[in-house]
């Protein structure tokens, strides 16, 4: 079973926080719970979810990024057309990658842990962006 709840794991001067939610980048739409994502000091990472599907969902196209803080141009809170999706957009030379979360509480834990690391590339709204 995937936990929807944020798990950390620490290890001697190296932290990071792990998402399991889904993607869309270029094109590419992997629905929750397909993806994990993964943030440090160094900046984020997009895998598929499980290491025990990882041919059929790389055949499905989950993307594989690695991306340094550097590489972000922007960070905000999005939502989609449907009433229940949250989510997060990273603008990464110029292309918007989306990760989406089952629910606000863990779309809101992933803003808090990335103003932990790149609070400058956070574009702060009253309300959330709409993307389709």
């Known amino acids: 079973m995937v936990s929807e709840q944020p798990t950390v794991e620490t290890q001697l001067t190296h932290s990071k926080q792990e998402y399991v939610g889904g993607v869309r980048w270029r094109h590419i739409n ?3 719970p397909f993806a994990r994502l993964t943030i440090s000091a160094e900046g984020l990472a997009v895998r598929p979810s499980s290491t025990r599907f990882r041919r059929l969902l790389l055949l499905l196209r989950v993307p594989i990024l690695n ?5 972000v141009e922007r960070i905000e809170e999005v939502r989609g057309v449907m009433p229940m999706s949250f989510g997060t ?11 989406w979360c089952k629910s606000s509480d863990i779309s809101d834990a992933l803003m808090e842990e990335l103003a932990r690391y790149a609070p400058e590339k956070i574009a702060r709204k009253e309300k959330r962006k709409l993307v389709f």
């Open 30 to 32: 992997a629905t929750w």
């Open 67 to 71: 991306v340094l803080w550097a590489d």
């Open 89 to 99: 957009s990273f603008v990464i030379d110029r292309k918007r990658l989306i990760w």
